[in-house]
């Protein structure tokens, strides 16, 4: 990529305030909607869904809820179905049939405080095994729920009786390429990451990247374990090459200043793993290797090379989403109360 015009191009195609916080947003899978998740200002809660037609979006259905609605994930659905999961700020995982959303298809108390993130696998045909979400939350827990069980989560990560509790920013799953393996990460506000091994039930791996970890995210879910990002406040992300643990070392890794402030968010292109958007910059990662160290292999992770960058607001980014129907067509939304439909050119020439 040797001139300007030859590199991907960032361009916001739609911009549409709101009138209210917007958390998150995603992308309602074979669809051209999105769905919005945030607050009112009187103190409820809105999922709103809109439709992306002829370069404008049109509100589809709006609902309100009793409590505002921080995040969500279609990771656990079916594809015929498309119930979407959400956390909200008392506590609750309910998951909805954004068709009849008068009454959640199932809920549970699933945390003492806020749900401050959540993930799915198992569903829309993407990892093996049982279709499962994974929540975390102000109170320093991590669960595992089994839609198909009620009231009780599947997996409970808490600090062992007097370990302080850290408040949990991120989760994702990941190594879910077959019916018995599957991983769980999560990020907290002290800069910890965590690997959690479903199958042992046991911690994998820990990190401590000194800053409060925003954002992480697996490139695949449904491989064995390859690429995890992580990114963090201070503006740093890090790449793991999570192919090769190194008994001592842990995992290759290598760390990035890409931004000036906060890195809220890291989505990898559904179609091409090696290329990941953080809010707002665009990355191509080079390929990683092994070596040996001794007897015992160890990982060298690859190189970075920063194909765009765009700036879009002054208030940060919070979610961000790419379609996983139509390649570099992606939705993001900001805290300046606004959802911008993103249209990222050329991804399939990187």
């Known amino acids: 990529m040797s001139t300007p015009s030859e590199k991907p191009q960032i361009i916001s195609h739609i911009h549409k305030s709101l009138n209210y916080t917007v958390f998150d947003s995603k992308w309602i899978p074979c669809s051209a909607k999105f769905v919005c998740m945030g607050n009112f200002a009187r103190g409820t809660g809105v999922m709103q869904i809109y439709e992306v037609e002829r370069g404008e979006v049109h509100l589809v259905k709006e609902i309100e809820k009793a409590k505002p609605i921080k995040c969500g994930t279609f990771g656990a659905t079916s594809l015929q179905q498309r119930h979407i999961a959400t956390g909200d700020f008392d506590g609750n995982l309910h998951i909805w049939n954004l068709e009849v959303p008068d009454v959640p298809v199932y809920s549970v108390k699933a945390h003492k405080e806020i749900v401050n993130c959540i993930d799915g696998v198992g569903g829309l045909g993407i990892g093996d095994g049982a279709p499962e979400i994974v929540t975390g939350s102000r109170d320093g827990t991590v669960k595992v729920w089994d839609p198909r ?23 994702a799953f990941g190594h879910a390429f077959n019916d018995q393996d599957r991983c769980v990460c999560a990020g907290y506000d002290n800069g910890d990451i965590k690997l959690f091994d479903l199958r042992n039930m046991s911690l994998r791996w820990e990190k401590n990247i000194k800053n409060g970890v925003c954002c992480v995210e697996f490139d ?9 990002v992580a990114t963090s406040l201070e503006g740093n992300f890090h790449v793991f090459d999570m192919r090769t643990q190194h008994p001592t070392k842990g995992f290759a890794s290598v760390s990035e200043k890409a931004h000036k402030s906060t890195v809220w968010q890291v989505r990898h292109l559904p179609q091409n793993r090696d290329v990941f958007m953080t809010t707002v910059h665009l990355f191509f990662l080079y390929g990683c290797r092994c070596e040996t160290d001794g007897d015992v292999d160890m990982g060298v992770a690859g190189t970075l090379n920063l194909l765009q960058n765009i700036t879009l607001s002054t208030q940060p980014i919070a979610s961000l989403d790419w379609s996983p129907d139509k390649q570099g067509l992606c939705v993001c939304s900001a805290f300046d109360q606004a959802v911008r439909v993103l249209i990222v050119t050329k991804l399939n020439r990187v």
């Open 149 to 171: 069980q009620k009231d009780l989560p599947v997996a409970n990560m808490e600090p062992v009786e007097g370990e302080a509790r850290r408040d949990c920013w991120t989760v």
């Open 220 to 228: 695949r879910k449904d491989i064995s374990m390859n690429k995890l």
